[in-house]
């Protein structure tokens, strides 16, 4: 396979991988349970691009290159992830913009067809990021008025 491929892939993994890193470390930020399940939402598929990225790696002859390093961000307050939150949304949208172009004279046509997907699903978490930035708390559905939303989310995905 091309080794053009190959850099391109990598590449677009290392980045792709950092920006799941980040809104990881930017979801333990986000209390508010509607938007903390939102940004979990995202993560699944955001995981779900990294996988098919390693194994489009793989399948060019690639390897998995090591994890770009983790940044811890600082306590933001109260209400800071929503600042996080556009950082994010914007970060999608450069993200977007600087990879199409190279997206676009790919000639293999299922790896092309994956990196589109991705990219697309990018401008659509880029749109519940601007959202949240905003304040609304109906990313993903809204809740039954009778439903009480006491208490904050832990900073932790899981507990072992």
Known sequence: MSTELQHLLRDFY???LALLMRHEEVAKQITHYDINNAYQYMIAREETHVSWLQRALLDVGGTIPADPSRSSLPVSGKDGWKTLAGDDARANGQFVESWRPK??????????????????????HKRLMEQAASGRDDLIGSHLAINDRRGIVADTRWME
């Open 103 to 124: 997206v676009e004279p790919v000639t293999h046509a299922r790896h092309r067809g994956m990196l589109k997907v991705i990219l697309g699903e990018m401008l659509e």
């Open 14 to 16: 290392l980045a792709r």
